[in-house]
């Protein structure tokens, strides 16, 4: 059972940087296509970003793109972003998402998902 676990959000002012985890416990992290989505009040989810299982390749939203960088460790099972030159805009609640092996398409489905992690930015 793969159970998915985010931390790192918080309060931030508008230009400010933050960086958000993704704690995967289960088993074959290293297998998992793992991604980021981000939720904010009255939108739906949209997707950020997402990594291969070997980290070798990566995917963005055009919104997050050049400020955004998503990394995983496979040694402590931890997706990773890293959000830069933050704005109003990029507030709302992070999800963690993952899927077995490969997806044909970077922005979804994914099979497991996280409760998500509050970023709010102050302007």
């Known amino acids: 059972q793969v159970q998915l676990v985010e931390s790192g959000g918080g309060l931030v002012q508008a230009g400010g940087s933050l960086r958000v985890s993704c704690a995967f416990s289960g088993r074959l992290f290293d297998s998992y296509t793992m991604g980021w989505f981000r939720q904010a009040p009255g939108k739906e989810r949209e997707f950020v970003a997402t990594i291969s299982w070997t980290g070798g390749t990566t995917y963005y939203a055009d919104s997050v793109k050049g400020r955004f960088t998503i990394s995983r460790d496979n040694a402590k099972s931890t997706v990773y972003l890293q959000m830069n030159r933050l704005s109003p805009e990029d507030a709302a609640v992070y999800y963690c998402?993952?899927?077995?092996?490969?997806?044909?398409?970077?922005?979804?489905?994914?099979?497991?998902w996280g409760q998500g992690t509050q970023v709010t930015v102050s302007s």
């Open positions: 998402a993952a899927h077995y092996l490969y997806i044909a398409n970077p922005t979804g489905p994914y099979t497991y």
